[in-house]
C-alpha cells in the first residue's frame, strides 16, 4: 500500500521532470533566434537562477538529500541556459556587445539592476 510520504515523492518527481521539459521548447527558440528577445525579463531570470543557487545550498549543505539537489542542479542549468541565450541574442547577436562576457558587464554593472531599458525608438522616463 502507498503512504502520504510516497506518494508525494512521486508527485514531486514526476512536477520536477514536467517543469525541466517545460524549459526546452524555450531554449531551443532561443537557440535558432531570429531576432532579439525582448519580452523575457532578465530581472526576471536572474532572481530565479539565484533562488535555485539558495536551494541547491540547501539542498547540499542541510537537507544532504541526493535527488533534491539533483533536481536543483537540472534546473538552474536550465536557467542559466535560457539567461545566457537572452543576454547573448539581446546584446551580441542583435545588439551592439562585441562578446557575451561585455554584455553581462554592460547588463549588470553599467547599467542599474533595476532600470527600465527605452524601447528602440523611443525615450521613456527611467524609473529611479
Keep these: 500500500m502507498y503512504t502520504i510520504g510516497l506518494i508525494v515523492s512521486y508527485l514531486y518527481a514526476t ?8 524549459y526546452l521548447p ?7 533566434g531570429n531576432k532579439s ?11 530565479w537562477v539565484l533562488e ?3 536551494a541547491l545550498g540547501y539542498g547540499v549543505l542541510c537537507l544532504k538529500d541526493l535527488f533534491f539537489s539533483l533536481y536543483t542542479i537540472l534546473d538552474v542549468s ?5 539567461l545566457i541565450l537572452v543576454i547573448y541574442n539581446r546584446y551580441v547577436k542583435f545588439g551592439n556587445c562585441h562578446n557575451l562576457f561585455s554584455a553581462f558587464c554592460q ?12 524601447t528602440s ?3 521613456r ?4
Excluded: M, W
Excluded at 107 to 118: G, M, S, T
Excluded at 125 to 128: A, E, G, K, S
Design 78 to 82: 536550465c536557467l542559466c541556459a535560457i
Design 107 to 118: 547588463y549588470y554593472f553599467v547599467h542599474p539592476y533595476l532600470d527600465v531599458p527605452a
Design 37 to 47: 528577445p525582448t519580452e523575457i525579463s532578465i530581472n526576471t531570470l536572474s532572481i
Design 125 to 128: 522616463n527611467r524609473i529611479r
Design 26 to 32: 524555450q531554449i531551443k527558440v532561443l537557440i535558432k
Design 52 to 54: 535555485g543557487l539558495i
Design 15 to 22: 512536477s520536477g521532470l514536467i517543469a525541466i521539459f517545460g
Design 121 to 123: 525608438g523611443q525615450h
